[in-house]
């Protein structure tokens, strides 16, 4: 059984890029744990399914044939044979992915299938409950933040450059909803987990929240 390294943090804190340089520079598999709640998302929605409906939700997801394997240094999942990419990031996907992620059976699902990743070898794993509830016994937790403008900037530049034509201020507002149901689901709300160390990277750079998490947990790994 490896070691896994929580990074939580609400939307555009930075936990992907931070996720990424830190399993790259550690050898350690990156899990983006957000991407399993979004492949369930985008099999609904290619099936048809209305994302409101939790019933029908449920059954597209368990109906599916899910597997899971590591692909470049990163897990990776098939539905029915297909591997979503650019898929999980479209539009429709992104709008209705909080409201199938605070279903509790979803939860439960992905939950279950990211403990499982463990098998595969050490990981750094993001997410927005990965030191509450899938990893609560790590001794390597963390949680980014950073100024919700800062966070809205970040999004929205990632957005323009993904080609997306949204305004700054649709984003700030989505991000704002995003925040909002995170905070206030019933089902595992975003909130720091005990003992995680919290970094604030409004004015940091990449490489150096980078850095603040290798420095933490480097002696040991």
């Known amino acids: 059984m490896g070691k896994a390294i929580a990074i939580d943090g609400p939307s555009a804190s ?3 890029s931070v996720s990424k340089g830190v ?9 983006d744990s957000g991407a399993l709640y979004r492949g369930v ?5 290619r099936k048809g399914v209305d994302t409101k409906d939790a019933a029908a939700v449920l059954e597209s997801m368990l109906n599916a044939e899910w597997d899971f ?10 539905i029915d044979g297909e591997v979503p990419v650019q898929e999980l990031r479209e539009k429709d996907v992104r709008e209705a992915v909080a409201d199938v992620a605070a279903l509790p059976e979803v939860r ?3 939950v279950e299938n990211l403990q499982a990743l463990e098998n595969f070898g050490s990981v750094v794993m993001e997410g927005r409950d990965i030191g509450t509830v899938v990893f609560p016994e790590s001794p390597y937790k963390f949680y980014l933040d950073a100024d919700p403008e800062e966070r ?3 999004r929205y530049r990632e957005l323009v450059a993904a080609g997306e034509d949204e305004k700054a201020h649709e984003v ?6 995003r925040d909002q149901i995170d905070a206030t689901r019933k089902a595992d709300p975003l909130v720091v987990a005990p003992g995680a160390q919290v970094i604030d990277s409004t004015a940091m750079n990449l490489e150096e929240v980078i850095q603040a998490v290798i420095n933490a947990v480097k002696e040991d790994v």
């Open 14 to 16: 930075g936990k992907s």
């Open 23 to 31: 399993a790259a520079a550690l050898g350690f598999i990156y899990v």
């Open 41 to 45: 998302t985008w099999q609904a929605i």
């Open 69 to 78: 394997f590591v692909q470049e240094g990163a897990s990776v999942f098939s």
């Open 108 to 110: 439960k699902f992905v």
């Open 152 to 154: 809205a900037m970040r």
């Open 172 to 177: 700030m507002e989505s991000l704002k909803k």
